[in-house]
T-cell receptor, first 111, second 113 residues
Framework: KQEVTQIPAALSVPEGENLVLNCSFTDSAIYNLQWFRQDPGKGLTSLLLIQSSQREQTSGRLNASLDKSSGRSTLYIAASQPGDSATYLCAVINTGNQFYFGTGTSLTVIP | NAGVMQNPRHLVRRRGQEARLRCSPMKGHSHVYWYRQLPEEGLKFMVYLQKENIIDESGMPKERFSAEFPKEGPSILRIQQVVRGDSAAYFC???????????FGPGTRLTVL
């Protein structure tokens, strides 16, 4: 059974700092991996989708990498802003299109 | 093209009542997925449906929970005789094909008093 772990559970950084969020998974036989953002009391916003054949995806200040063999993905956020404060969720997707979510990293960017 | 719609956004029920959560997929999408997010926990898969078919219900509790996706109308997640432990955010997602990217709705927050 796929287990997804996100470290750290919470992170607080000053504005402008670059940061890395980590996601690890136990079963490397994945189809895709997706990073989401969740604001308090809100739904999920998709940030980046990485297909299993890809190593990384970039969107603006965000860069996500995927290393299937080691069961790891990272989300890199450059030049963090207070508006980046949210919970970031990593989801591993198997070939049946079933999602396995981590418990998230709660990010606070201090102005 | 409207995104995935869920209603109600907030639902309050007393113990023993029934809760009905609705999900309208994106236009053109025929695959629907339901997830539950319990407080302090990650999202957990519950059930995967196509029109008129349940494809995978491995994440559904064995009792009181049921889901349907009729030929016409939204997908319904039904919880009978709700208990306090059912309080959670329930998210729906849809995709056009079984292996395609899922798009998530805003969720329904169920509170059981």
């Amino acid at each position: 059974k796929q287990e997804v772990t996100q470290i750290p559970a919470a992170l607080s950084v000053p504005e402008g700092e670059n940061l890395v969020l980590n996601c690890s998974f136990t079963d490397s036989a994945i189809y895709n991996l997706q990073w989401f953002r969740q604001d308090p009391g809100k739904g999920l916003t998709s940030l980046l989708l990485i297909q299993s054949s890809q190593r990384e995806q970039t969107s603006g200040r965000l860069n996500a990498s995927l290393d299937k063999s080691s069961g790891r993905s990272t989300l890199y956020i450059a030049a963090s802003q207070p508006g980046d404060s949210a919970t970031y969720l990593c989801a591993v997707i198997n070939t049946g299109n079933q999602f396995y979510f981590g418990t998230g990293t709660s990010l606070t960017v201090i102005p | 093209n409207a995104g995935v719609m869920q209603n109600p956004r907030h639902l309050v029920r007393r113990r023993g009542q029934e809760a009905r959560l609705r999900c309208s997929p994106m236009k053109g999408h025929s695959h629907v997925y339901w997830y539950r997010q319990l407080p302090e926990e990650g999202l957990k898969f519950m059930v995967y449906l196509q029109k008129e078919n349940i494809i995978d219900e491995s994440g559904m509790p064995k009792e009181r929970f049921s889901a349907e996706f009729p030929k016409e109308g939204p997908s319904i997640l039904r919880i009978q005789q709700v208990v306090r432990g059912d309080s959670a955010a329930y998210f729906c997602a849809s995709s056009s094909q079984g292996e395609d990217e899922q798009f998530f709705g805003p969720g329904t927050r169920l509170t059981v008093l």
